[in-house]
């Protein structure tokens, strides 16, 4: 079984502003960032670089567009901006801000072909000037979170008393607060993870000829700016611990898109569905699919995987990490993605890990 630090990383890392109890607060902090936002493409010769005035840190920097009207910089949209003037973001920082915008400037006007930037503008509470929160391509397939959470709330309500809401702690139930939410939003990105705890999978001779349970889950990541694909994984575990890692996690299926263009259709066609899919069906389909793998014996093993693009190597750390967890050699499919996904828990690359994950999802799906 593996264990999953995605959600862990979040709360470890996410300040109390970026942190919601419910999914209706997550939604209406979306909805009004989206009502104050404005996205424009612009030609970079348009886009001028100046110290902000008065400031005593000699850091602060505005960008003003043709028509003379000036934005704040978000430290994101600052690095995207540096790197389309072709000038390193961290040296720059270092710089006094005349001087950074000096280079920028030269980077944007004189340096590099005029191109096209596609800029993100929100207007901040209680602020003078608009926030530039992105500097992408004019292309970029921008997901609003506001779309996301909308469609959360549409299906899983409030996220605390639901079917699927915010996990509790070694499987009990627990009242959401900022210190233990799994729901999450930004000025980069946004995250969620909600879990149905309490109509659990049965499933028969799972470890030592007992009988076990797991508890489905999903994670749910996006980002309006640039700083992350679109995604959703799937999964099922045993319990999430107080510091939001999942444990026992097993047939982790996930799906990327990245912000091009079609993004959006794509959302609104794979995306979509597949949430509302997981969120209406029951777990009987689920658990004869578990029954049916445990079922199923696999004849030759090292064909098997493979076949399925992994190598010597791998297959080697899949017999070994399934021996240790389980007492006894592999023998069907649900042994197999068990295997898998045990051998994916010492990948220290989180990308790495996740692929090898999916492919375990994919071996237990074998049995449907």
């Known amino acids: 079984m593996a264990t999953l630090t995605q959600a862990s990383h979040q709360w470890a890392t996410r300040p109390a502003d970026e942190r919601f109890t419910s999914l209706t607060a997550l939604h209406d ?26 400031d005593e840190t000699h850091k602060g920097l505005q960008v003003i567009g ?76 921008r997901i609003w979170n506001s779309t996301v959470t909308g469609l959360l709330t549409e299906r899983f309500g409030d996220g605390i008393s639901g079917d699927f809401r915010v996990p509790g702690e070694f499987g009990r139930r627990v009242e959401v607060t900022k210190d233990n939410t799994t729901l999450y939003a930004g000025d980069r990105d946004m995250f969620v993870f ?58 982790y299926k996930e799906i990327k898109i990245r912000h091009t263009s079609g993004a959006p259709h794509r959302w609104l066609d794979e995306v979509a569905p597949a949430i509302q899919a997981y969120a209406q069906s029951s777990i009987g389909p689920m658990q004869a699919t578990i029954e049916a793998a445990q079922r199923k014996k696999v004849d030759d093993l090292d064909a098997f995987l493979k076949a399925r693009r992994f190598t010597g190597s791998q297959i080697g750390g899949i017999r070994a990490a399934h021996a240790a967890d389980e007492g006894r050699p592999m023998e069907t499919l649900w042994d197999v993605a068990t295997g898998v996904t045990a051998y994916a828990r010492g990948i220290v690359h989180q990308d790495d890990r996740v692929e090898i994950e999916r492919r375990g999802g994919e071996i237990l799906a074998l049995a449907a």
């Open 66 to 141: 043709r028509a003379g009207n000036a934005a704040d910089v978000s430290n994101f949209a600052f690095g995207q901006l540096a790197q389309r003037a072709g000038a390193p973001a961290a040296y720059l920082r270092t710089l006094p801000a005349a001087l950074a915008a000096d280079a920028m400037n030269y980077g944007l006007h004189v340096a590099r072909d005029v191109e096209e930037v596609g800029v993100l503008l929100t207007r901040q509470n209680g602020s003078v000037a608009p926030q530039m929160r992105a500097a992408t391509g004019p292309n970029y397939g």
């Open 29 to 54: 902090h979306c909805a009004a960032q989206r009502a104050a936002s404005k996205a424009a493409v612009i030609a970079s010769r348009d886009l001028t670089v100046i110290p902000v005035e008065g």
């Open 194 to 251: 909600l879990a149905d705890e309490e109509r659990r999978i049965e499933v028969p001779n799972r470890r030592d000829g007992q009988t076990g349970s797991l508890s489905r889950g999903f994670f749910v990541w996006n980002s309006e700016v640039g700083s992350a694909t679109f995604g959703v994984g799937l999964f099922l575990f045993d319990y999430v611990c107080s510091n939001r890692i999942v444990w026992g996690a097993q047939d």
